[in-house]
């Protein structure tokens, strides 16, 4: 099953090794339309609260604690208690 990966229009993001790295990780990269400014919206503010309430001044001592500690912020804080005007202010779980 391929995955997505967002980015902006860069041109980093559209060079061909880019591309091939992509493909060779089974992702479809997505960008948005040239002057299209909500394409990534939800994906940037996701990783934005990633960072601040998860990721910010925290050390991992490797990828796999790295891993389990996101994992476990998406699961039980992101996707369980975050309310969403969006969806009636209803967390994506419910």
């Known amino acids: 099953m391929a995955r997505i990966c967002h980015s902006d229009r860069g041109r980093q993001y559209a060079a061909n090794d ?33 960072k601040v309430e998860c990721i910010r001044k925290r050390i991992f001592k490797n990828r796999k604690e790295a891993k389990r500690i996101i994992f476990a912020w998406i699961e039980t804080r992101y996707n369980r208690t975050r309310r969403y005007l969006t969806l009636d202010y209803l967390s994506s779980f419910e």
Do not use: P, Q
Request: hydrophobic residues 45%.
């Open 18 to 50: 880019y591309k091939a790295i992509l493909a060779k990780h089974v992702f479809i990269g997505s960008m948005s339309r040239k002057g299209d400014c909500w394409g990534n919206a939800v994906a940037e503010s996701f990783f934005h609260t990633l």
